[in-house]
């Protein structure tokens, strides 16, 4: 057979290469800045720059653009070599290249702005979700052409992993975006309260799966074998390890919403299949590590397979951390603490930034015809980063620990031990140790920009590396002039299934906003939709990404029933677009603040937005100071009040238009509180909104109950 | 909680689809030599020229 000669598109490569080295310092240097904020409250300058708003550019800017680059780096490289075949078009390249990165250029306008969604790693607002869309429909579409057009008719194991990180992603952004815009920039969740809390951690959870695990052990699986020089461990393993890894991830989210509202069948499922998940997750690992089984003085001298070996045993410490984390009494402590910060730090400074450094190192070099400019430099970077995860994890760790037995401590009158203040100063020193844990790490990261720059300086881009390869045999032989439609006709099995894909697809677009809408109705009567100031106020607390620190779902145990009071009900958040329960709490609960023993007067409100450390000594929370100053903009109410009413929120019909009047006279209610406590105010300004929020709730639920 | 039923309907979709690919890889095959392909990535990407220059390097 003929041999065919070809090119290999390197230029691509580099490009996503670069971005993968620039986004990654942006996003771990935005990581440093929110962790010193932690520790420096005074950091928080401007509205602009206040923790709430940048935590989500932080963790958008690490997942997206850092190993969302890294992931097209090193799928675009080894693709072509694994298909033995160019990229399937340069133009698709181009535009998936460029596409992407104008994403992430409008993620770091639009999140500092406030302009979020309110879901953690869903927070771009939806004009960004459909150019997501469209760019990972971009990037399928030139992945799935170069396998269709391989020289190589086997698929080799990587090649899978990328083919499942593409159609469920897909799926994920795709469900998660189901939202209502009610103005060009912004919108409400299609979902509300549980249903919002379910769909976002389904969501969550498998961008953890998919995005940060599918398509790095892909990764693993081509440039560990290369960078070794020898086969991977096991090949048959790495082939159940897949398969089996992909049908368990799917089902696991629900482990985030253990002890909350959510069903409780639902939270089994989800542990039941987070337990499971141990075998295929070690699998792979087991995988990679014994690839340089006999081969270990290798490592001694290598120091891309130093960073591989890393990344790979922070990979099975997170999945094993993963299933035990999952657990229903170890969720019951680590659960809001700052374990779990620790937990999500090992995999992806340790997997996903190891891994990357690994594959940066083995491939610029190679792209480039070049020897790297320095091996000492590289060696360092291994240790500045090894050591930065330790200095970064240890202190976390230990925080995690001490915070969850201190919120949980009585005293032998059976009084809680420790108010959530002193809690929180003591973790102030574990702050500031993973602060330096973190400078280490991107030390490490700007050594090898320095390195990867002489590299690149002393070769010269393969833009267009040559290969050749004989095409593939043409195995079925077609009726000539046969109709393309007989494919199906003949195979009447696949002809049912594909067929019942459509009508779900349908089915579910037809249904689903119906359906939703109408398991909204309330379960419990006295909990009522929220005025239009609170709405307003509400949506306040989302752009200032309240949710980053503080929950609002009290679960059943007595150390927090007696601190927040009555643990959170399913039927309290059948109005919640989207659900504001969090996963952290730097901050107190809030699920009851406006009720109870924890009901503090407007006027406490006002002093401690203004400085937050004025009404309780030693608080790391930003100062809000700016609300005071800023309007509120009324002229959204409209539109907000109508996408609530399609949501299926019972406001009375044409109360729209009424909504702004009502406002009015509740934010003069309050002004005249303010007043009271010797504090002027004009009405209209945002502070008034965000406390009428505030002091809203936990009310329903504590209101006389009329059943 | 009706949203509980469309991700399990769009798991279980997802789920399936996953299936029949791996249906497809076994009937197609792909699983036939479980030794090669590992070994075969690593032979793939140097041309050969190329290759005697880095080794007299």
């Known amino acids: 057979m003929q041999v065919e000669k070809f090119y290999y598109d390197n230029k691509t490569v580099r490009n996503f290469a670069y971005a993968t080295i620039i986004w990654g310092a942006v996003g771990m240097l935005a990581g440093l800045w929110v962790a ?40 675009y490289y080894s693709l072509q070599r694994l298909c033995k075949a160019r990229m399937f078009s340069d133009k698709l390249s181009a535009i998936h290249f460029w596409g992407w990165q104008l994403i992430i250029v409008a993620a770091a306008i639009t999140l500092p702005l406030g302009l979020s969604q309110g879901a953690e790693y869903a927070e ?14 971009v990037f399928g579409w030139n992945m799935f052409g170069t396998i269709i057009k391989r020289r190589e008719k086997h698929l080799y194991v990587a090649i899978w992993f990328y083919i499942a990180t593409f159609v469920t992603v897909a799926v994920l952004h795709i469900v998660r975006s189901g939202e209502l815009p009610y103005s060009w920039l912004q919108s409400y969740s299609w979902y509300a309260g549980v249903q919002d809390a379910l769909v976002q951690w389904w969501y969550g959870h498998n961008a953890v799966a998919f995005f940060l695990t599918t398509p790095y052990l892909g990764l693993m699986y081509y440039f560990m074998p290369k960078a070794a020089n020898r086969p991977i461990y096991s090949y048959r393993l790495s082939i159940i390890h897949f398969w089996a890894l992909i049908f368990l991830y799917i089902w696991a989210g629900p482990h985030h919403l253990l002890y909350t509202a959510l069903p409780n069948w639902a939270q089994s499922l989800g542990v039941v299949f987070s337990l499971m998940l141990i075998f295929p997750s070690w699998g792979g690992m087991i995988n990679g590590l014994l690839t340089l089984r006999g081969a270990w003085d290798k490592v001694r001298d290598d120091v891309i397979l130093k960073f591989f070996v890393v990344a790979v045993t922070c990979y099975g410490m997170a999945t094993f951390e993963g299933p035990m984390l999952s657990l229903k009494s170890v969720s019951a402590i680590s659960h809001y603490t700052d374990w779990i910060v620790a937990h999500v730090h090992v995999g992806a400074l340790g997997w996903n930034g190891m891994l990357t450094f690994g594959v940066l190192y083995w491939l610029i070099p190679r792209i480039f015809k070049t020897n790297l400019f320095s091996k000492k430099l590289a060696n360092q970077h291994f240790w500045l980063g090894t050591l930065g995860i330790l200095f970064y994890a240890i202190p976390m760790y230990w925080a995690g620990f001490m915070q969850s037995s201190m919120w949980k401590q009585f005293t032998e009158s059976g009084q809680l031990k420790y108010s959530f203040l002193e809690t929180s100063i003591n973790m102030k020193p574990f702050y500031a140790m993973r602060s330096l ?111 980053a620190c503080h929950s609002q779902m009290i679960r059943p145990f007595r150390s927090e029933t007696e601190r927040y009071g009555e643990y959170s009900k399913a039927g309290e958040f059948v109005y919640d677009h989207p659900f504001q329960w969090g996963s952290k709490r730097t901050g107190p609960d809030l699920a009851r603040e406006g009720t109870g023993n924890l009901k503090k007067s407007d006027g406490w409100h006002f002093r401690h937005f203004r400085e937050p450390a004025s009404m309780s000594t030693g608080s790391i929370m930003p100062s809000y100071a700016f609300m005071i100053e800023q309007n509120l903009d009324t002229s959204s109410t409209v539109a907000k009040i109508k996408a609530m009413q399609t949501l299926g929120v019972p406001y009375a019909k044409g109360y729209e238009y009424q909504a702004n009047s009502d406002l009015v006279q509740q934010a003069k209610t309050i002004q005249t509180n303010l007043k009271t406590e010797g504090i002027e105010l004009p009405p209209n300004k945002e502070i008034i909104a965000l406390i009428a929020y505030i002091q809203r709730l936990g009310k329903d639920i504590s209101k006389p109950q009329n059943k | 909680m009706s949203v509980l039923f469309i991700l399990i309907g769009v798991s279980i979709l997802v789920a399936g689809s996953f299936l029949a690919a791996f249906l497809w890889s076994v009937k197609n095959g792909q699983y036939d030599d479980d030794y090669t392909p590992s070994v075969r990535i690593l032979f793939d990407d140097e041309h050969p020229k190329e290759e005697i220059l880095t080794q007299t390097k």
Not at chain 1, 43 to 58: A, C, D, E, V
Request: proline residues 5%; glycine residues 10%; contains cysteine.
């Open chain 1, 36 to 75: 010193l904020q932690l520790v420096f409250p005074s950091l928080n300058i401007t509205q602009y720059g206040s923790f709430g708003r940048l935590r989500p550019l932080h963790t958008n800017a690490v997942i997206f653009a850092f190993v969302g680059n890294g992931i097209f780096m090193g799928v």
């Open chain 1, 124 to 137: 771009l607002i939806w004009p960004i979700d459909l150019a997501i869309t469209i760019i990972w429909v």
């Open chain 1, 437 to 547: 844990g973190g400078l280490i790490y991107l030390a490490g990261v700007l050594l090898m920009i320095y390195n990867i720059y002489k590299t690149v300086k002393a070769g010269k881009l393969v833009a267009n590396e040559e290969a050749e390869a004989a095409p593939l045999e043409k195995v079925y032989v077609k009726h000539t002039g046969e109709h393309w439609h007989r494919w199906i006709e003949r195979r009447p099995v696949q002809l049912m299934i594909g067929s019942l894909v459509v009508i779900l697809i349908g089915g579910v677009i037809e249904l689903v906003p119906t359906f939703l809408v109408k398991s909204n109705v309330p379960t419990i009567a006295s909990v009522q939709p929220y005025t239009p100031l609170e709405l307003q106020g509400r949506d306040i607390y989302v752009r200032e990404g309240c949710y």
